[in-house]
């Protein structure tokens, strides 16, 4: 199984390998810094979608569930039809390693708790060309959906505000942006794209916002 790797937090490379050769972003973990502005959608080097506000419309109180910050354990995208288990992952050398099991995703540990105040709470996944990765087609999620994380505190809901596709360098360099702890509590979900025969050429990032 091919992986990716990361050099000190400076540029991503992806794995290689045959038909089971996955696609898995890594993710800086240091040199975080406050937000910038966005990549416009007309960028040749990102592709974005953003249909929801920054103030996400409360669910109605029939169907909210409430939780505190917690680990989580699972993933629920409907549209997608993804329920994958989270397991918590950990920085090895500055980079992010999802789960060897590609129906896994991982939860990096050492960043913020989905349900938290402040903070991305950062989930990456595989993406396998030849299908079997739980986030094959993250890259489909349409702004507005809702994703359900649940963790050992409760239910969470978020509500994906943006879907964007980055070249691999350009996410490089945007990473302390996308990755940030300072911001208000959101959900960041990671993975690769664009198998060109050997290799991902650029990386999926989900982001979404707590529903009150």
């Known amino acids: 199984m091919g992986v990716c790797a990361l050099a000190t937090g400076a540029y991503l490379q992806f794995g290689r390998g045959g038909d089971?050769?996955?696609?898995?972003?890594?993710?800086?973990?240091?040199?975080?810094?406050?937000?910038?502005?966005?990549?416009?959608?007309?960028?040749?080097?990102?592709?974005?979608?953003?249909?929801?506000?920054?103030?996400?419309?409360?669910?109605?109180?029939?169907?909210?569930?409430?939780?505190?910050?917690?680990?989580?354990?699972?993933?629920?995208?409907?549209?997608?039809?993804?329920?994958?288990?989270?397991?918590?992952?950990?920085?090895?050398?500055?980079?992010?390693?999802?789960?060897?099991?590609?129906?896994?995703?991982?939860?990096?540990?050492?960043?913020?708790?989905?349900?938290?105040?402040?903070?991305?709470?950062?989930?990456?996944?595989?993406?396998?060309?030849?299908?079997?990765?739980?986030?094959?087609?993250?890259g489909k999620l349409d702004p507005g959906s809702v994703v359900q994380v649940a963790t050992v505190r409760g239910q969470l809901r978020y509500q994906v505000s943006t879907v964007t596709t980055y070249r691999k360098a350009t996410l490089a360099k945007r990473a302390a942006q996308l990755f940030d702890q300072s911001v208000r509590g959101r959900l960041v979900l990671v993975t690769c794209e664009d198998w060109n025969g050997q290799v991902y050429l650029s990386n999926v990032v989900v982001i979404a916002l707590p529903m009150a």
């Open 20 to 138: 089971e050769h996955t696609g898995a972003p890594t993710v800086p973990t240091t040199g975080f810094a406050s937000p910038t502005s966005p990549v416009p959608s007309s960028s040749p080097v990102a592709q974005s979608r953003r249909a929801v506000p920054e103030s996400v419309p409360a669910v109605p109180s029939s169907s909210r569930t409430t939780a505190r910050a917690g680990r989580p354990t699972g993933i629920h995208i409907a549209q997608l039809g993804v329920d994958a288990p989270v397991v918590a992952i950990s920085a090895v050398h500055a980079a992010l390693m999802p789960p060897s099991d590609p129906s896994k995703v991982g939860w990096w540990s050492g960043g913020a708790q989905p349900g938290g105040k402040t903070g991305s709470a950062v989930i990456t996944g595989h993406t396998v060309h030849n299908g079997g990765g739980a986030f094959d087609n993250l």
